[in-house]
């Protein structure tokens, strides 16, 4: 589930979202700052994010009449949390 932790950072993720559509890098500001890359005729979003920023780009697609395909998690580290690999201390 994510929320804020007792240290006050959040949760935060790498997101991927798919749009049909092709947009161009002016729209970057419009989607806080995350990476936009048109493939074809679709855009990939890719940036990390909170929840609330995750909500608030899925409706400013919904205002924006575009068409979503696709929303993916590709990591969900929180902010601030270092990870150990296996091994390692």
Do not use: H, K, P
Request: with cysteine; charged share 25%; aromatic share 6%.
């Amino acid at each position: 589930m994510a929320g804020c932790v007792q240290d006050g950072g959040c949760d935060t993720a790498i997101y991927e979202i798919t749009i049909r559509g092709a947009l161009d890098c002016v729209w970057r500001d419009w989607f806080n700052g995350m990476s936009v890359v048109t493939q074809g005729t679709r855009t990939v979003l890719t940036g990390r994010a909170d929840q609330a920023a995750l909500r608030g780009m899925l409706d400013r697609i919904w205002d924006l009449n575009l068409t979503l395909e696709s929303v993916r998690q590709i990591d969900g580290l929180r902010s601030g949390q270092r990870t150990t690999r296996e091994g390692e201390e």
